[in-house]
């Protein structure tokens, strides 16, 4: 039999990265929803600088000034730092294996495209049936991330659902 070894080093509990514990920002509330894009952005990029905007008689500056999209300052480049680590290196014989894994899981809508400025590491580890299992390295953004602890569901709505039923 022929196996291929894929090996993947365990870290301990005590190298876990956790997210911060800080309170959420409570301005941001309630979230910003985007408009409906008027363009698909896969097949036109963005421009790296983009044009001097000009007024028309749908949006003036006085528009612009009265849509709020923020209290001045909340989103800062200076706070911003983009993570961008180094792509793990893929061995060349579980390639194919691996880009028609990452290709089935664009195509059933698990992965899309993103512009995002953060970027994580991903690799793979062969399971025991000669599969592959994809990981993703979320330490580095986990140090940057909020933990956002939210409140638990209420008991008693989630208890009724099963009112004359049997649970085992």
């Known amino acids: 039999m022929d196996h291929k070894i894929l090996a993947a080093k365990y870290k301990s509990v005590l190298k876990k990265v956790r997210p911060v514990k800080e309170p959420m920002p409570q301005d941001l509330n309630p979230p910003l929803e985007r408009p409906p894009l008027s363009r698909d952005p896969y097949e036109t990029p963005l421009l790296p600088n983009p044009p001097i905007f000009q007024e028309n008689f749908k949006v003036t500056h006085e528009i612009l000034q009265a849509i709020n999209f923020g209290p001045p300052g909340w989103l800062s480049n200076e706070e911003i730092n983009p993570l961008k680590n180094k792509p793990t290196p893929i061995p060349k014989s579980i390639l194919p294996q691996f880009t028609e894994l990452i290709s089935i899981k664009i195509r059933t809508g698990i992965y899309e495209q993103s ?54």
């Not at 994809?134 to 989630?158: M, R, Y």
């Open 115 to 168: 512009t995002s400025s953060y970027t994580s590491q991903i690799f793979c580890v062969a399971k025991s049936n000669g599969k592959l299992r994809v990981f993703h390295d979320l330490q580095e953004l986990s140090k940057v991330t909020i933990k956002d602890a939210g409140l638990l569901p209420q008991i008693e709505e989630f208890v009724d659902a099963f009112t004359g039923r049997s649970c085992y």
